[in-house]
Structure formats: C-alpha cells, structure tokens
C-alpha cells in the first residue's frame, strides 16, 4: 500500500501541495500533520502513521525535510522503515528505496550518520580523557561528604541510633549510607 504523509510547520502553512502530489503519486492513505518536524516523538500523525505500517507497505513523502529536520531523525526512521520491511520513496529528492539506486542513496545516508555518529564518540572519549588528565573526574557528585561519612560512623557507635535515622538525618537513602560507610573501610 502507498501510504503518504505530509507536513507543515505552523497552522499558517498550507498542506495542499504536498497532498496533491501524494495523490498524484498513488498514495491510498494520507497522513497530514501540522506539527514542527524538530522532534518525531511529538508528531501524532506521525506515530498514528508507524503504528500502521505494515511489511511491503511504501511510504511516500513529497520532500525529505517533510519526514524529519534533522539527518539523524530521519536516519532513525528510515531504518525502522527497512526492519519493518517497508520501503520509502521522497518524490523531489529522487530517493526510492523500493529501485536499487534507492537503496544505494539510502545506504549512504546510513554510512554517513553511522560516521557521523562514531566522530561525536570519538570527540566525547578524547574530552573525557583530557579532563582526567587535567585531574577531573566524572559522574555525579558523592552525596555525603568525608566529613559527613565519619559523623555518621560515630553516631553508629551509640548503639541506639539505628542506620534509618542516621540516613534520615544525612538526607540520603540507607543503600547511599551504606555504601559510603564501605568507603570508609577501603
């Protein structure tokens, strides 16, 4: 089945274009949203759209900028296209998986985000490296202080302060308290 989809930004804007090229291209059924394309997650025709889809079906968009705004939203979508075994088509841009060119334009995007993907985690690896070297370390910071784990310790001597009181009065959790008296015995 030849499932459409169209989107404008703002209410302002005027679907009919895309619409009419959507049916002239086949499209049986048409989903139009009016929506901003910056996030998947919050498009409702969109999600309607996906919850349809079933294997051999072809999704037809007019442009690219029209499915997502970002390389990577539509990377995430054309892949959950091909799991699915449904193939896409974007009219003006030329790219239809369902012919082998398609599917070569398609599997470049791929390989581009893919690289693209590995460079934000090979900068990520490098930058954390550099901060602890500059002696930085990562993560959260420790909910009780040294200080504070060796009052808790004294006021555990008294043996009737239990461990939920003291917890209570550190403001943590009692797995919190426990761990940060085991770092005292390391």
């Known amino acids: ?16 274009g895309q619409e009419a090229a959507l049916l002239n291209y086949g499209c049986e059924r048409i989903y139009v949203e009016s929506a901003s394309g910056k996030d998947s997650k919050s498009r409702p ?3 309607r759209m ?19 705004r970002s390389l990577k939203d539509l990377i995430e979508l054309l892949e959950g296209f091909k799991e699915s075994g449904v193939r896409f088509v974007s009219i003006h841009d030329g790219i239809d998986t369902t012919t082998a ?10 390989a581009i985000a893919q690289f693209e993907r590995r460079l934000i985690s090979d900068r990520t690896k490098t930058g954390l490296a550099a901060a602890r070297a500059r002696g930085r370390k990562g993560g959260r910071k420790p909910s009780m202080s040294e200080s504070d784990i060796r009052k808790a310790n004294a006021m555990l001597l008294d043996p009737m302060v239990t461990k939920s009181e003291v917890a209570k009065h550190f403001c943590v959790s009692r797995p919190t308290l426990n761990k940060a008296l085991a770092s005292l015995e390391k």
């Open 1 to 16: 089945m030849l499932i459409g989809y169209a989107r404008v930004s703002t209410l302002e804007q005027n679907p009919e």
């Open 45 to 47: 025709e969109l999600q």
């Open 50 to 68: 996906l919850d349809t889809l079933r294997a051999d079906d072809i999704v037809v968009v007019q442009r690219l900028d029209r499915l997502g």
């Open 101 to 110: 060119t398609g599917e070569l334009i398609f599997h470049v995007i791929g």
